[in-house]
RNA sequence: GGGUCGCUAGCUCAGUUGGCUAGAGCGCUUCGUUUACACCGAAGAGGUCAGGAGUUCGAGCCUCUUGCGACCCACCA
């Protein structure tokens, strides 16, 4: 036997991998061929309405989603685990269904992620940026990522990612770069990029700027201090303001009170000195004052904090800034300058206090801005930034939204970005780091000719300078902020191209984390509206966190993170992917542990001996099974995959199969490496060409069904289908999986095969089997594949088979056997309640004038392992099964009937209970008048069962 | 301040438009090595569905309310 006893992943899984890579299966545009059903020699889907074209139905005909791009020098970590056996679910069920489906993998330079490791490596060589210009450090970083790079990829395969390789997109790539500039040419043409100055939120230890979204808000201790502003102009009083950061003060240009209250009234327009300098600012009045809180006197500086800005704005005030951006004081007196923040707040309160200016303080908890990667307090600071007016971006992206053209998983979001995309404000783009795209803008050199504007839009990038109609421009150095890019995502990935129909987007859905709504799908859902005047995807399915086993969430410094290499290397990528599916449902931040990992590695060693067994079966089934095979199939001997099970060779190593295109001896010839598949390539990255499979394998032997467990599990197997299929379309992954766990396991191995043990319906037996293996493939990729491999009558690839047809059968024989289950179940019971083991053996089972039972004897007989099952002829003996609807007795001895009494009473009792509860519901004439007939009428036949059913028990205990 | 979510078995979670005795996995108890599988099989215990009120013939599900917990956005001089 060619099948071990139990199912090593680690044996299979590369070499499987490699051999769905090397047959191009991923890949749509070699596994396919133009649809063309008319024969005009077009593809259907070009020359077709590209609004019926993407079919909501059942059976999209081209099924496409992007990865979101892991950091390209990373490893991956849990969440990628997550999308991967989310996106990756998706893809082969939608290829097993027939569409044409693309997943394409993406790599992320990780802009300041990346920026941040190189950096620091930079430090501990003892070098800093300010060292280098701009592109001699993205090139060094450039070399940095391109010696780390490639092991997130093998991760990805090791995860059993069925993307498409070749059309890797990295977020440098050159297309990217170029779309994103094509974009940001028409904003700027659009008058949707402005260049301001406005406050943005820095990090002094990254020196750069921030957009809002990246900012972490945390609730600190801080101190409110109470300083005296005195009245100049000869008034006696003075204005008590309050602040926290008493070293701004230097920067205030104005006090702000409230209008409305009455204490400030007559002081507006007035002035006050500022302390510690020689400067007045006037008293203005601005809704920002609240008179409730502190002394309602507000100090305003315009160039260090967000509101003051927005103050200073209403009231033309200027700006001053006081720190700079390495976080020291300038443009303040003397014995300030060149003080840090720190420091300087330390000074400034030591002097107010010695000028008795210094009026109070008091502790108070407020949230701090900070900088998300290095925790360091972010600076309000003033700079120069290009920014997005995002205004009718959001506006367009919120009628799309509301008008339905995007599906949410879990729904609620759809509202949670609506609200978000209301007071979403202008976009800073800019990131003064040398990791990412330049901005591609360049400003004139002061003295050049003044009729010019001042910036102008060039895409060469390379040159620090160039001249166009004889004006000199340098190049502005900051780049892109990377959601500027990736927000072009789906519209890169797929090659979308201006005035070309592209059957790949918009996609059909985007998977991706729930933490990235704002930063990333709303991003691109106003880009890809702004771009192709689409939306950018059908759907969005958003997964959560991925918690610890305690729900905590996974982080170094607790020391809980899961690696998910550890556990595929450990049970089995499949096992990895069954678990972390499993209880999850969208948008939850729920917990994992690796016992869901070992549930799933149970449940693929299962399927392996379910395999095991049935390839038994057929190898038993001897000569004659094996020659009609290879009269029917042709010589299904020869494949590249056949290892030789059951027959001569059996010298190759169970399931090592070779990196070979496909074992289908009837397939058409696979586009790889010919003429035509190569300039398809070339062309390929500007319009993917839309093909149909050529893969197709597997056709079934026709079967009979010939006793009732057999009708049964065609039953089961096509509720479970369509369970499957139902819960797909609404990504109910969890689900899914839940379903086919229980049929195959507690279904198809614990009822079906158990009864084949006897009857042996090859043929069926084979069908199923195929059926379970395809409709789980989707989540346990491997094992399935493997066991595929090793059948001795399968073939092709199961990656590429056919979602499996329903099964016939006849429904009363399968809903026969449900009584045959009760009464299995019963008799299994009460084995186990009599006194004594092993119980199963010593007695027999005997029925009364009961054709289930005369017809299902065998059946009966190997399912509950009682030595006997015979017609009762004569008076009841033994001990009456609690069954209303068979008259059944266990052959057992008067004595052990006495024993079983209790247990007896007790089931009337509980039967009893049931009864009064029913009776109850009938006897509410409501009930009977107003809840659906079908109900009343189910109600009533449980009420006679029951009471047939107490009555026999009662009998019974009569008896004894 | 605005918004979202959660509270169901010891643990982690399902429960799709309200409808039979509320489910699963793991854990727990008992029995069992029967020629696929101990990564196994059989049987079983365990739940006032956070509390309260309402609508309904009928509520885990709908409405209101209270409590507890989590998260997001804005603000916090």
Same mark, same amino acid.
């Given at each position: 036997?060619?099948?071990?006893?139990?199912?090593?992943?680690?044996?299979?899984?590369?070499?499987?991998?490699?051999?769905?890579?090397?047959?191009?299966?991923?890949?749509?545009?070699?596994?396919?061929?133009?649809?063309?059903?008319?024969?005009?020699?077009?593809?259907?889907?070009?020359?077709?309405?590209?609004?019926?074209?993407?079919?909501?139905?059942?059976?999209?005909?081209?099924?496409?989603?992007?990865?979101?791009?892991?950091?390209?020098?990373?490893?991956?970590?849990?969440?990628?685990?997550?999308?991967?056996?989310?996106?990756?679910?998706?893809?082969?069920?939608?290829?097993?269904?027939?569409?044409?489906?693309?997943?394409?993998?993406?790599?992320?330079?990780?802009?300041?992620?990346?920026?941040?490791?190189?950096?620091?490596?930079?430090?501990?060589?003892?070098?800093?940026?300010?060292?280098?210009?701009?592109?001699?450090?993205?090139?060094?970083?450039?070399?940095?990522?391109?010696?780390?790079?490639?092991?997130?990829?093998?991760?990805?395969?090791?995860?059993?990612?069925?993307?498409?390789?070749?059309?890797?997109?990295?977020?440098?790539?050159?297309?990217?770069?170029?779309?994103?500039?094509?974009?940001?040419?028409?904003?700027?043409?659009?008058?949707?990029?402005?260049?301001?100055?406005?406050?943005?939120?820095?990090?002094?230890?990254?020196?750069?700027?921030?957009?809002?979204?990246?900012?972490?808000?945390?609730?600190?201790?801080?101190?409110?201090?109470?300083?005296?502003?005195?009245?100049?102009?000869?008034?006696?009083?003075?204005?008590?303001?309050?602040?926290?950061?008493?070293?701004?003060?230097?920067?205030?240009?104005?006090?702000?009170?409230?209008?409305?209250?009455?204490?400030?009234?007559?002081?507006?327009?007035?002035?006050?000195?500022?302390?510690?300098?020689?400067?007045?600012?006037?008293?203005?009045?601005?809704?920002?004052?609240?008179?409730?809180?502190?002394?309602?006197?507000?100090?305003?500086?315009?160039?260090?904090?967000?509101?003051?800005?927005?103050?200073?704005?209403?009231?033309?005030?200027?700006?001053?800034?006081?720190?700079?951006?390495?976080?020291?004081?300038?443009?303040?007196?003397?014995?300030?300058?060149?003080?840090?923040?720190?420091?300087?707040?330390?000074?400034?309160?030591?002097?107010?206090?010695?000028?008795?200016?210094?009026?109070?303080?008091?502790?108070?908890?407020?949230?701090?801005?900070?900088?998300?990667?290095?925790?360091?307090?972010?600076?309000?600071?003033?700079?120069?930034?290009?920014?997005?007016?995002?205004?009718?971006?959001?506006?367009?992206?919120?009628?799309?939204?509301?008008?339905?053209?995007?599906?949410?998983?879990?729904?609620?979001?759809?509202?949670?970005?609506?609200?978000?995309?209301?007071?979403?404000?202008?976009?800073?783009?800019?990131?003064?780091?040398?990791?990412?795209?330049?901005?591609?803008?360049?400003?004139?050199?002061?003295?050049?000719?003044?009729?010019?504007?001042?910036?102008?839009?060039?895409?060469?990038?390379?040159?620090?300078?160039?001249?166009?109609?004889?004006?000199?421009?340098?190049?502005?150095?900051?780049?892109?902020?990377?959601?500027?890019?990736?927000?072009?995502?789906?519209?890169?990935?797929?090659?979308?191209?201006?005035?070309?129909?592209?059957?790949?987007?918009?996609?059909?859905?985007?998977?991706?984390?729930?933490?990235?709504?704002?930063?990333?799908?709303?991003?691109?859902?106003?880009?890809?509206?702004?771009?192709?005047?689409?939306?950018?995807?059908?759907?969005?399915?958003?997964?959560?966190?991925?918690?610890?086993?305690?729900?905590?969430?996974?982080?170094?410094?607790?020391?809980?993170?899961?690696?998910?290499?550890?556990?595929?290397?450990?049970?089995?990528?499949?096992?990895?992917?069954?678990?972390?599916?499993?209880?999850?449902?969208?948008?939850?931040?729920?917990?994992?542990?690796?016992?869901?990992?070992?549930?799933?590695?149970?449940?693929?060693?299962?399927?392996?001996?379910?395999?095991?067994?049935?390839?038994?079966?057929?190898?038993?089934?001897?000569?004659?099974?094996?020659?009609?095979?290879?009269?029917?199939?042709?010589?299904?001997?020869?494949?590249?995959?056949?290892?030789?099970?059951?027959?001569?060779?059996?010298?190759?190593?169970?399931?090592?199969?070779?990196?070979?295109?496909?074992?289908?001896?009837?397939?058409?010839?696979?586009?790889?490496?010919?003429?035509?598949?190569?300039?398809?390539?070339?062309?390929?990255?500007?319009?993917?060409?839309?093909?149909?499979?050529?893969?197709?394998?597997?056709?079934?032997?026709?079967?009979?069904?010939?006793?009732?467990?057999?009708?049964?599990?065609?039953?089961?197997?096509?509720?479970?289908?369509?369970?499957?299929?139902?819960?797909?379309?609404?990504?109910?992954?969890?689900?899914?999986?839940?379903?086919?766990?229980?049929?195959?396991?507690?279904?198809?191995?614990?009822?079906?095969?158990?009864?084949?043990?006897?009857?042996?319906?090859?043929?069926?037996?084979?069908?199923?089997?195929?059926?379970?293996?395809?409709?789980?493939?989707?989540?346990?990729?491997?094992?399935?594949?493997?066991?595929?491999?090793?059948?001795?009558?399968?073939?092709?690839?199961?990656?590429?088979?056919?979602?499996?047809?329903?099964?016939?059968?006849?429904?009363?024989?399968?809903?026969?056997?449900?009584? %045959?289950? $009760?009464? =299995?179940?019963? !008799?299994? /019971?009460?084995?186990? @309640?009599?006194? *004594?083991?092993?119980? +199963?053996?010593?007695?027999?089972?005997?029925?009364?004038?009961?054709?289930?039972?005369?017809?299902?004897?065998?059946?009966?007989? %190997?399912? $509950?392992? =009682?030595?006997? !099952?015979? /017609?009762?002829?004569? @008076?009841?003996? *033994?001990?009456?099964? +609690?069954?209303?609807?068979?008259?059944?007795?266990?052959?057992?001895?008067?004595?052990?009937?006495?024993?079983?009494?209790?247990?007896?009473?007790?089931?009337?009792?509980? !039967?009893?209970?049931?009864?009064?509860?029913?009776?109850?519901?009938?006897?509410?004439?409501?009930?009977?008048?107003?809840?659906?007939?079908?109900?009343?009428?189910?109600?009533?036949?449980?009420?006679?069962?029951?009471?047939?059913?107490?009555?026999?028990?009662?009998?019974?205990?009569?008896?004894?």
């Amino acid at each position: 036997m060619k099948f071990a006893s139990s199912y090593e992943p680690n044996q299979y899984e590369a070499d499987i991998y490699g051999a769905w890579e090397a047959a191009g299966i991923f890949d749509p545009k070699l596994t396919t061929k133009p649809i063309d059903s008319d024969g005009d020699g077009v593809d259907d889907r070009l020359e077709s309405d590209p609004s019926t074209d993407r079919q909501e139905g059942e059976n999209p005909r081209t099924f496409s989603i992007v990865m979101p791009p892991p950091n390209a020098n990373g490893n991956l970590h849990i969440g990628h685990g997550l999308t991967v056996a989310l996106e990756d679910s998706l893809t082969r069920y939608y290829r097993l269904r027939g569409a044409s489906s693309w997943y394409i993998p993406g790599a992320d330079h990780a802009g300041f992620e990346t920026w941040v490791v190189y950096e620091r490596n930079l430090e501990a060589k003892g070098h800093t940026r300010f060292e280098f210009d701009r592109d001699e450090l993205y090139a060094r970083v450039w070399d940095f990522v391109a010696e780390q790079r490639g092991s997130m990829e093998l991760q990805l395969r090791a995860l059993g990612a069925s993307c498409s390789w070749g059309d890797l997109t990295f977020t440098l790539d050159e297309n990217v770069i170029d779309r994103v500039y094509t974009t940001f040419e028409k904003m700027w043409n659009d008058g949707l990029i402005y260049r301001g100055e406005k406050l943005v939120n820095f990090c002094p230890k990254h020196q750069t700027a921030f957009a809002d979204i990246e900012v972490e808000h945390k609730d600190e201790k801080g101190t409110l201090w109470d300083i005296e502003y005195k009245l100049v102009d000869g008034f006696a009083t003075s204005l008590i303001v309050s602040t926290t950061r008493p070293e701004t003060l230097f920067g205030d240009m104005a006090v702000a009170v409230n209008p409305e209250d009455k204490r400030y009234k007559d002081l507006i327009g007035k002035h006050v000195k500022l302390p510690l300098t020689d400067r007045t600012i006037p008293i203005v009045a601005d809704e920002h004052a609240d008179p409730e809180y502190g002394t309602g006197a507000v100090k305003i500086t315009p160039a260090h904090d967000f509101d003051d800005f927005e103050v200073g704005e209403r009231h033309s005030l200027p700006r001053l800034q006081v720190i700079s951006e390495d976080g020291h004081m300038i443009n303040v007196p003397e014995e300030y300058e060149g003080l840090t923040t720190a420091e300087c707040r330390k000074k400034v309160l030591k002097d107010l206090k010695h000028q008795g200016l210094l009026k109070g303080e008091k502790k108070i908890i407020h949230s701090v801005a900070h900088c998300y990667k290095c925790g360091t307090v972010l600076e309000p600071m003033l700079k120069e930034q290009w920014f997005i007016d995002v205004e009718k971006l959001a506006k367009t992206a919120i009628a799309h939204l509301e008008a339905g053209d995007i599906k949410f998983h879990p729904a609620n979001k759809q509202k949670v970005l609506i609200n978000y995309l209301k007071n979403l404000k202008d976009w800073n783009i800019s990131r003064q780091i040398p990791w990412g795209i330049a901005i591609p803008m360049f400003r004139k050199v002061d003295g050049s000719a003044t009729d010019e504007p001042e910036w102008i839009f060039d895409r060469r990038t390379n040159l620090k300078e160039i001249e166009k109609g004889g004006v000199k421009y340098v190049r502005d150095e900051d780049t892109f902020d990377t959601w500027f890019s990736s927000s072009h995502w789906p519209i890169v990935c797929t090659n979308w191209v201006e005035e070309n129909y592209n059957p790949y987007y918009p996609l059909n859905v985007m998977e991706t984390g729930a933490d990235i709504l704002f930063a990333w799908v709303a991003r691109m859902i106003m880009m890809g509206l702004y771009v192709t005047g689409e939306v950018p995807f059908k759907e969005v399915y958003l997964h959560g966190l991925v918690l610890d086993s305690k729900g905590q969430k996974m982080s170094k410094s607790k020391g809980n993170v899961i690696n998910p290499m550890e556990l595929v290397a450990k049970y089995g990528s499949d096992a990895f992917r069954l678990g972390i599916l499993r209880g999850r449902s969208a948008g939850m931040n729920q917990a994992f542990s690796e016992q869901s990992v070992v549930s799933g590695r149970n449940l693929c060693n299962k399927l392996w001996n379910i395999s095991r067994l049935i390839q038994s079966f057929v190898d038993e089934n001897g000569e004659k099974e094996s020659k009609d095979s290879i009269s029917k199939h042709g010589a299904g001997a020869d494949s590249h995959f056949d290892n030789g099970r059951g027959r001569e060779s059996g010298t190759e190593i169970p399931g090592r199969v070779r990196p070979t295109r496909c074992k289908n001896d009837d397939r058409e010839p696979t586009a790889v490496g010919d003429e035509q598949t190569e300039s398809l390539l070339s062309v390929s990255r500007r319009r993917p060409a839309v093909f149909k499979s050529t893969l197709r394998n597997t056709t079934f032997d026709s079967y009979t069904t010939e006793n009732m467990g057999e009708d049964w599990i065609c039953r089961e197997l096509n509720d479970c289908l369509s369970q499957v299929e139902d819960d797909m379309k609404n990504y109910r992954f969890s689900e899914a999986v839940e379903t086919l766990y229980s049929t195959i396991w507690d279904k198809y191995a614990d009822w079906f095969l158990e009864s084949q043990k006897i009857f042996k319906n090859i043929p069926l037996l084979k069908q199923t089997l195929e059926t379970i293996l395809i409709a789980l493939h989707p989540f346990a990729p491997f094992v399935t594949e493997a066991i595929w491999q090793n059948l001795s009558w399968t073939k092709g690839f199961i990656a590429v088979a056919k979602w499996p047809a329903r099964l016939n059968f006849d429904p009363i024989s399968a809903e026969n056997f449900e009584n %045959i289950r $009760t009464i =299995v179940s019963e !008799v299994r /019971a009460t084995l186990q @309640a009599l006194p *004594g083991t092993n119980n +199963a053996k010593k007695y027999g089972l005997l029925f009364d004038n009961d054709s289930l039972m005369q017809d299902n004897q065998m059946l009966i007989k %190997i399912l $509950t392992k =009682v030595p006997t !099952v015979n /017609a009762l002829n004569g @008076a009841p003996r *033994g001990l009456r099964l +609690a069954l209303a609807n068979h008259e059944l007795y266990l052959d057992v001895p008067a004595k052990v009937v006495e024993d079983y009494k209790d247990s007896l009473t007790k089931h009337i009792l509980a !039967v009893g209970r049931e009864l009064d509860g029913l009776n109850l519901r009938m006897m509410n004439p409501n009930y009977v008048e107003k809840a659906p007939a079908h109900l009343v009428l189910e109600t009533k036949q449980q009420i006679a069962e029951k009471e047939k059913l107490i009555s026999r028990l009662k009998a019974q205990l009569s008896l004894i």
